[in-house]
């Protein structure tokens, strides 16, 4: 079992700044892939932000330049620091981790979701 606890989120005014947090913990032996997700009412939900066990990162173009992505590994733990926040990056915000298993699998899990609203 693995479990993923986010928090973080909340409503800010747009140019304010959020940091969400994800932290895992249960029976995985690393995590090799850190994502962000987020999900606007009646839409799909879209990948953010990447970053892997070696630190590279991605990003979906338009939050490059007001987003980041962070881990501490030996926390287990990847942050997403928004700032420039604008109305459109209202959505609930997914954390998602693809985690290495003792018997060499990889699984990927998910966590609860955490919302974040931003008012104009």
């Known amino acids: 079992q693995v479990q993923l606890v986010e928090s973080g989120g909340g409503l800010v005014q747009a140019g304010g700044s959020l940091r969400l947090s994800c932290a895992a913990s249960g029976n995985f032996l690393h995590i090799d892939v850190s994502r962000w997700y987020r999900q606007a009412p009646g839409k799909e939900r879209d990948l953010v932000a990447a970053?892997?066990?070696?630190?590279?990162?991605s990003y979906v173009d338009d939050v490059k330049g007001r987003f980041t992505i962070s881990s501490d590994n030996a926390k287990n733990t990847v942050y997403l620091q928004m700032k420039n926040l604008k109305p459109e990056d209202t959505a609930v915000y997914y954390c998602?981790?693809?985690?290495?298993?003792?018997?060499?699998?990889?699984?990927?899990?998910w966590g609860q979701g955490t919302q974040v609203t931003v008012s104009s």
């Open positions: 970053i892997t066990t070696d630190g590279d990162t």
């Open positions: 998602n981790i693809d985690a290495s298993r003792y018997s060499g699998s990889i699984y990927n899990y």
